[in-house]
């Protein structure tokens, strides 16, 4: 089972920028979906970008035009850019891996955004 490290998290500025990363263990160019979720105190886990086999990425409606996920299947690593950051945003992001559609989630051990001025 491929396991998860993500990295990259901290503090930032209202309207700053943050990029996270997610390294695999495996090799992540046959995994179905991989993604980036968050969870903020008191709020349940939400999704914040997918990225597919093929390509295609998938945006939360709160994110969209501000963040962007891509992945380099040469390093095994699927990246978040967070532009023009909010206090909203302040949450811990986890990365998540599914082999296949109905496989279990894979979870990494998460990262903290805190956005704050």
């Known amino acids: 089972q491929v396991q998860l490290v993500e990295s990259g998290g901290g503090l930032v500025q209202p309207g700053g920028s943050l990029g996270l990363s997610c390294a695999a263990s495996g090799n992540i160019d046959s995994l179905y979906r991989m993604a980036w979720y968050r969870q903020a105190p008191g709020k349940q886990r939400e999704l914040v970008a997918a990225?597919?086999?093929?390509?295609?990425?998938n945006y939360a409606d709160s994110v969209k035009g501000r963040f962007a996920i891509s992945r380099d299947n040469a390093k095994n690593t699927v990246y978040l850019q967070m532009n023009s950051l909010k206090p909203d945003d302040t949450a811990v992001y986890y990365c998540?891996?599914?082999?296949?559609?109905?496989?279990?989630?894979?979870w990494g051990q998460g990262t903290q955004v805190t956005v704050s001025s």
């Open positions: 998540n891996a599914k082999r296949f559609p109905l496989s279990n989630d894979v």
């Open positions: 990225i597919f086999k093929t390509g295609d990425t």
